[in-house]
């Protein structure tokens, strides 16, 4: 497609659940990366694939929180054990290459109640 | 630690009345500057990279600018469709990550 698909839009999980979030990057970009954005706040890094690499996975905030990219396109960001605290909008970015622009999905606004 | 601070946290301006937006870093080398624009409810959008102190680009009523401390994002004459927040973040040399700084939430009123 012609830009970064992530589904769903919106997911609304019970305290425990487990989610997966989609990603699709637009397709040969090599870079593939996650934030998580607060509301008012500036999206935070979680982790970050080259192809199927996972580079750098130190902004996961606990052993709760998974991410693959198994053939280096689509991603998937799994949270196990939803807390209250895991609410925010998940942001997925793909780039051709690290020092270029990223472009970002629209996210995936989660809510834990 | 690297980090990125904007500054104002919120700015209101009238349509047509020129500002700037203020991004302080510091980075344990710099590889390159990002200035986003985030509507509600939408990803960021890039703008621009700077990579260097002294750059500066332009893109219609917008333009950034960089030291070696801060940069700034000039706008010029705006229209209320320029209300948006601004999010300026950074990438060091080792890395590929980009920190974000908190935004601007810029609203520009007819």
């Known amino acids: 497609g012609a830009g970064v698909s992530q589904s769903p839009r919106y997911k609304v999980a019970k305290r425990g659940q487990d989610v997966a979030l989609r990603c699709d990057p637009i397709?040969?970009?090599?870079?593939l990366f996650w934030y998580q954005q607060a509301l008012g706040q500036g999206p935070e890094f979680l982790t970050y694939?080259?192809?199927?690499?996972?580079?750098?996975k130190s902004g996961l905030p606990s052993d709760r929180f998974f991410a693959e990219r198994p053939e280096g396109s689509v991603s998937t960001l799994k949270i196990q054990r939803t807390q209250q605290e895991d609410s925010a909008v998940y942001l997925c970015?793909?780039?051709?290459?690290?020092?270029?622009?990223?472009?970002f999905g629209s996210g995936t606004r989660l809510t834990v109640v | 630690e690297d980090q990125v601070t904007q500054s104002p946290e919120a700015l209101r301006l009238q349509e047509g009345e020129s500002s700037s937006l203020n991004c302080s870093y510091t980075v344990s080398g710099l590889r390159g500057l990002f200035w986003y624009r985030q509507d509600p409810g939408k990803g960021p959008e890039f703008l621009f990279t700077l990579y260097s102190a002294g750059e500066e680009k332009e893109k219609e009523r917008l333009k950034a600018t960089l030291t070696k401390k801060e940069s700034f994002l000039h706008i010029t004459a705006p229209k209320p469709e320029d209300s948006a927040t601004y999010l300026c973040?950074?990438?060091?040399?080792?890395?590929?990550?980009?920190?974000f700084g908190q935004g601007t939430e810029l609203s520009v009123k007819p």
């Open positions: 397709s040969g970009h090599v870079s």
């Open positions: 973040a950074v990438q060091a040399l080792k890395g590929g990550k980009l920190i």
């Open positions: 970015a793909s780039s051709t290459r690290t020092d270029h622009g990223y472009t």
């Open positions: 694939f080259q192809n199927e690499a996972q580079l750098d």
